[in-house]
């Protein structure tokens, strides 16, 4: 078959995982993500990389540099016509795929380099140690280096009504999800613990398989939902193997190009990879807004639509990873795709087992999906990606082979945003009877109950929030259901049971 010169096509791809147990030697992410741009070139057969149309790094939290893109390229020896940086996502690897791949379907770019990394492990490990390695500052070579370009906007995520009573973390907030969850599935707390853990030890076990993961070992679901000294509870209902692990030195890259340009530069054809299609979208901004906690409409319609313009179903995907940083984003992601919880969802082993190393767990997962389908050609993968509170979602569907009509991209945001919104009463009109609808209970280091944060429903159908310091009824919520029991709430939003 005929490939247009303008089709899109990934062409090499590379994962880094930096386990050093000696501090001083311990590299910083900017090397990290050079070496995994390096064995990018190298897995693709690319001999020199040499100037690039762009170079895209996602938001790390662990570098100072003023502009990592050029940072990287002065690792490698190389150059870009434009250096570009994203704002905070989960969803920022895929929308970036996405970008780059209508890009230089265009004709505005030839080849692309994208790549993300975090050294966290590694600068917890300083700091606790007081030592000051050379990468935990910004180095001298970049303070002459100009501001980069920014890709994406950053969307504000808290109304100011939550962060008005400090409910803000995404420890604090998915776990809210998952109590919804439980109530709409009518399960005892036990029954809905061993529901989460046997999928999250399904994902552990994948991990244990896969050569990149962080933690290659398969946890059973007991061990999983057990709290102990080293799986404390820190959101009920969530053991820390039950959040994303952050703790981690990893990086990925990834090469796109046009298919006249991989010939170009002589890559294999079976290393060739074509994103099919794409879809980029984002549920109301903020929590409070949300019709529900169980329901997220914009991955159901962003899902729908990515299988449209790809010409397929999930029925005829083989490889499929959702994004996982708590048991409540793949239960809403699967559940708004119409994916059953047995089916092998990641093929990484997800944020809390492969490591999750805040913006970048997705490019993981992307080369993860190009291995696969490089393995089995005539299979394809799909890739949700997710931000924020289940809020921002982007999708690839990819395959070996080239899509028929060429790269297709879309977003359903029109239909997201005529979606009804729930209205949210101020903190001080809240005073009165209300309905817990959703709730997490906070946890100190040593495992015991601290904080409530929960969002109410008050009698006019508004959602409103609240918090408690009362350890007691921190404790008894975790025991029993407290999702639909009616208390009340004064004007300071704290919590009367």
Not at 225 to 242: D, E, H, Q, V
Not at 391 to 405: C, E, I, L, M, R
């Amino acid at each position: 078959m005929t490939i247009d010169p303008r089709t899109p096509v990934l062409v090499g791809q590379a994962q880094v995982a930096q386990h050093e147990e000696t501090i001083a030697n311990a590299r910083g992410p900017i090397e990290l993500m050079a070496q995994a741009v390096s064995e990018a070139a190298v897995d693709a057969g690319i001999a020199k990389l040499g100037n690039a149309s762009v170079i895209r790094v996602i938001r790390s939290l662990s570098t100072r540099e003023q502009n990592p893109a050029r940072s990287i390229a002065r690792a490698l020896g190389i150059s870009a016509n434009r250096y570009a940086y994203t704002p905070h996502g989960g969803n920022l690897p895929q929308t970036l795929v996405n970008t780059s791949a209508l890009e230089i379907q265009r004709g505005d770019a030839d080849l692309i380099i994208l790549t993300g990394g975090e050294a966290t492990r590694s600068r917890r490990r300083a700091r606790n140690a007081e030592q000051n390695l050379a990468w935990m500052s910004a180095s001298a070579q970049s303070e002459g280096d100009d501001a980069p370009e920014i890709d994406g906007e950053e969307l504000v995520m808290n109304h100011e009504i939550e962060l008005g009573l400090k409910i803000m973390l995404p420890i604090e907030i998915y776990p809210m999800f998952e109590t919804a969850i439980r109530f709409s599935k009518q399960r005892t707390i036990s029954e809905h613990q061993q529901e989460i853990s046997e999928l999250w030890s399904r994902f552990s076990s994948v991990a244990k398989s896969n050569p990149h993961a962080w933690l290659r070992n398969e946890y059973s679901a007991e061990e999983i939902r057990t709290p102990s000294a080293s799986n404390r509870m820190i959101g009920f209902p969530y053991t820390k193997l039950m959040n994303s692990n952050n703790d981690v030195d990893m990086a990925a890259a990834l090469i796109m190009c046009s298919a006249e340009k991989a010939q170009a530069l002589g890559v294999p054809r079976d290393k060739w990879v074509f994103p099919h299609a794409g879809t980029d979208c984002h549920e109301h901004n903020f929590v409070s807004h949300r019709h529900s906690f169980t329901d997220t409409p914009a991955i159901r319609l962003g899902g729908q639509r990515v299988l449209q313009l790809a010409d397929t179903t999930l029925d005829d995907i083989s490889f499929v990873d959702l994004y996982s940083c708590f048991p409540s984003a793949v239960q809403l992601g699967a559940n708004s795709l119409g994916l059953s919880l047995q089916r092998q969802l990641t093929i990484t082993g997800g944020l809390p087992f492969a490591g999750g190393p805040f913006n970048n767990y997705v490019m993981h997962a992307i080369a993860t999906t190009m291995e696969k389908v490089r393995s089995q050609p005539q299979e394809k993968g799909f890739v949700w990606a997710n931000g924020g509170y289940a809020t921002k979602h982007s999708f690839g569907v990819y395959g070996a082979t080239p899509p028929p009509n060429g790269f297709k991209h879309d977003s359903p945001q029109d239909q997201v945003d005529a979606l009804p919104k729930r209205e949210v009463t101020p903190t001080a009109d809240a005073a009165g009877p209300a309905t817990i609808e959703a709730y997490s209970v906070m946890h100190d280091r040593s495992g015991k109950p601290e904080t409530i944060r929960a969002a109410v429903l008050l009698e006019n159908g508004s959602r409103a929030w609240c918090v408690s310091n009362d350890t007691n009824l921190g404790a008894e919520m975790c025991t029993t259901e407290w999702v639909g029991k009616p208390v009340a709430i004064d004007a300071a939003g704290q919590l009367r049971a």
